[in-house]
């Protein structure tokens, strides 16, 4: 199983950018679903997760500004983030708890390689 996060770049403030994970391989199911990310000299930080019932939650600092969805037909998640500002620079991992057709009736954290999002002022 792999997942692999795109859709970083560079963005001045104000403006949009638009996540993608797309999960691939011997997947018979997912579980919850998250964006976390990490700025230089701090730790990880969860910004938004989806369960697969599609409930929502976000950190507080990104609430009205990120929208996170999924398309579980696709094995794909997305984070839509809005009014981006400067303190969103950050490396944004991808998480997925999956169930793979080799190790059913468990499901197991896969981490994405990580999209740099840089916001300048």
């Known amino acids: 199983v792999q997942l692999q996060a795109s859709g970083g770049g560079l963005v001045q403030a104000g403006g949009s950018l638009r996540l993608s994970c797309a999960a691939s391989?011997?997947?018979?199911?997912?579980?919850?679903m998250g964006w976390y990310r990490q700025a230089p000299g701090k730790q990880r930080e969860l910004v938004a997760a989806?369960?697969?019932?599609?409930?929502?939650n976000y950190a507080d600092s990104v609430k009205g500004r990120f929208t996170i969805s999924r398309d579980s037909a696709k094995n794909t998640m997305y984070l839509q983030m809005n009014s981006l500002k400067p303190e969103d620079t950050a490396v944004y991992y991808c998480?997925?708890?999956?169930?793979?057709?080799?190790?059913?009736?468990?499901?197991?954290?896969?981490w994405g390689q990580g999209t740099q999002v840089t916001v300048s002022s």
């Open positions: 998480n997925a708890a999956v169930m793979s057709w080799t190790k059913l009736n468990v499901y197991t954290p896969y």
């Open positions: 391989g011997s997947i018979f199911n997912i579980n919850d």
């Open positions: 989806i369960t697969s019932g599609g409930s929502t």
